[in-house]
């Protein structure tokens, strides 16, 4: 049996799914167009550790709270429709050849769950390890996160969690890949047989020069 671990934004996907949920949001006329400046600087904030994932969580799931949970649903099945056509054919190919082998296959991402498992079914996985957003008792969102966020050494936890709910462990596993773009996920990187580093930064791209780890540019074509 083998196992094939992929990443979502800036790796099965070329862009920020956070951001394409956001442009999906003002198009429907949920969110004001000033809220895309918003998000994209907070998004900069992010990345330079200047901003925590809790509050970059906040500003994107908080105002969904207000939206009645019938109105949440039928956007997100919408959104689900919209972005199949963005799908770049390399990610498409590379899922599919680990299908067709029979890996198991799952995604794993520091996004949010709703949004995250729209693309997950977009590309055909089942499984899903993501961000879980937080909801009241009435059900509504509330913009926080429910326990630790699927990011850095925690993707990692969580995976070993999700195995033990299948009472499998990696060792159960002849070789297990794991597809990212980014140096954050270096701890699930070298936790697996076959890391490979996809349109990878900077510090990802230097270790993966100097492990020999395998570097795929994939197209981002959408097919």
């Known amino acids: 049996m083998q196992l094939a671990l992929f990443d979502l934004d800036h790796t099965l996907i070329p862009f920020d799914s956070g951001m394409a949920w956001t442009r999906f949001l003002i198009t429907r ?92 079914c977009g590309f055909g996985i089942e499984h899903l390890l993501a961000t879980e957003a937080a909801v009241d008792t009435g059900g509504a969102l509330t913009g926080e996160i429910d326990g630790l966020p699927c990011y850095r050494e925690h993707k990692l936890a969580k995976l070993h969690e999700w195995l033990r709910s299948r009472d499998q462990g990696f060792g159960d596993f002849d070789r297990c890949w794991f597809y990212s773009d980014s140096f954050n996920d270096l701890r699930l990187l070298r936790a697996v047989s076959d890391p490979v580093a996809v349109r990878p930064d900077a510090r990802l791209r230097a270790l993966a020069e100097t492990e020999g780890w395998p570097i795929e540019m994939l197209s981002e074509t959408a097919g």
């Open 29 to 120: 006329g949920v969110l004001g167009a000033e809220f895309e400046s918003i998000y994209l600087e907070e998004c900069k904030l992010y990345v330079t550790g200047a901003l925590d994932i809790h509050a970059l969580h906040r500003t994107m799931v908080a105002p969904l709270g207000r939206l009645p949970r019938e109105e949440l649903r039928s956007l997100l099945k919408d959104f689900g429709t919209a972005l199949r056509p963005t799908l770049p054919a390399g990610a498409q190919a590379l899922v599919e050849r680990h299908r067709a082998a029979g890996n198991l296959c799952c995604v794993v991402t520091a996004t949010t769950r709703f949004i995250a498992e729209r693309y997950a």
